[in-house]
Antibody, heavy 120, light 110 residues
Framework: QVQLVQSGTQVKEPGASVTVSCKAS????????ISWVRQAPGQGLEWMGW????????TYAQKFQGRVTLTADTSTTTAYMELMSLRFDDTAQYYC?????????????WGQGTLVTVSS | QSVLTQPPSASATPGQRVTISCSGS????????VHWYQQVPGTAPKLLIY???QRPSGVPDRFSGSKSGTSASLAISGLRSEDEGDYYC???????????FGGGTKVTVL
């Protein structure tokens, strides 16, 4: 069965960077991309970007351009999301989700989420 | 402020039907598929409906989706206590080159 398992809770200071990992199993890693979606406390879902795990191409939401980097390691079937220059309002649950290419696809399987808290 | 607009809450008694709306525009719902997610508090979102009206394996047929023009809706019939949670619509937005989510609707079973 498809599973996405994310790394654990992290606490960071403002201005620091955070990296969250997402280990995929149960399907061929390179046939679907990985999206990253975040959810601030008590708020809705916000799409951050997507990586094509076949060729490494990335698409970022304009809001996060220049501050987020998505990568994928096909040898370990693991995707990574690095968010830099953290601010207090980056405190959120961060989810990875499997997604096919193009606008006709959707996020069909989700990781359990990783809580990132930005605190001084 | 979400690009896709949903009512903040909806409620009904067990066994009744509840409908959630999702309003968008010509750059998202008007020309792309709509998907729906269910999120039980403290857990990750779960895909409930994809491509306007398709149910993934394992999703009961009590859940149904539809789309017309720049709006979509999710209906839950035969409401059960375990249906309580937050429901989000989503659609690709051509002007943003990415998927957009609605603000979410909290469903309460009275």
């Amino acid at each position: 069965q498809v599973q996405l398992v994310q790394s654990g809770t992290q606490v960071k200071e403002p201005g620091a960077s955070v990296t969250v990992s997402c280990k995929a199993s149960g399907y061929t890693f390179t046939t679907n991309g990985i999206s990253w979606v975040r959810q601030a406390p008590g708020q809705g879902l916000e799409w951050m970007g997507w990586i094509n795990t076949y060729n490494g191409d990335t698409t970022y939401a304009q809001k996060f351009q220049g501050r987020v980097t998505l990568t994928a390691d096909t040898s370990t079937t693991t995707a990574y999301m690095e968010l830099m220059s953290l601010r207090f309002d980056d405190t959120a649950q961060y989810y990875c989700a499997r997604r096919g290419p193009g606008q006709f696809s959707t996020e069909d399987y989700w990781g359990q989420g990783t809580l990132v808290t930005v605190s001084s | 402020q979400s690009v896709l607009t949903q009512p903040p809450s909806a409620s009904a008694t067990p066994g009744q039907r509840v409908t959630i709306s999702c309003s968008g525009s010509s750059s998202n719902i008007g020309i792309n598929y709509v998907h729906w997610y269910q999120q039980v508090p403290g857990t990750a979102p779960k895909l409930l409906i994809y491509r306007n009206n398709q149910r993934p394996s394992g999703v009961p047929d009590r859940f149904s989706g539809s789309k017309s023009g720049t709006s979509a809706s999710l209906a839950i019939s035969g409401l059960r206590s375990e249906d309580e949670g937050d429901y989000y619509c989503a659609a690709w937005d051509d002007s943003l080159s990415g998927p957009e989510f609605g603000g979410g609707t909290k469903v309460t079973v009275l």
